[in-house]
């Protein structure tokens, strides 16, 4: 399965319910950094994810499945790819 694949079969939707967090009005408390406030906003229709906060280490980026599975769990690009399929 390549990468676009992976992309196209799951969706950060999947990806959060996955990880147990619920999006409330499309935006949920980033799980990259304490957050007390929701600072991550869920884009449902690139599914993808963006954290607003600037404690956070992942700022500003716009994170994809993949990148969240990696970042998540602490993996290489490569791992995050085997455990996404």
């Known amino acids: 399965m390549t990468i676009t694949e992976i992309k196209q079969h799951l969706s950060i939707k999947e990806v959060l319910e996955h990880y147990q967090i619920r999006p409330k009005n499309g935006m949920i408390n980033s799980p990259f950094h304490e957050d007390r406030t929701p600072s ?26 993949i990148d969240f599975i990696m970042y998540k769990e602490d993996l290489s690009k490569h791992e995050s790819l085997l455990k996404a399929k």
């Open 40 to 65: 991550m906003q869920v884009f449902e229709d690139s599914d993808t994810v963006r954290c607003y906060s600037g404690n956070c280490p992942q700022s500003n980026k716009v994170i994809d499945v």
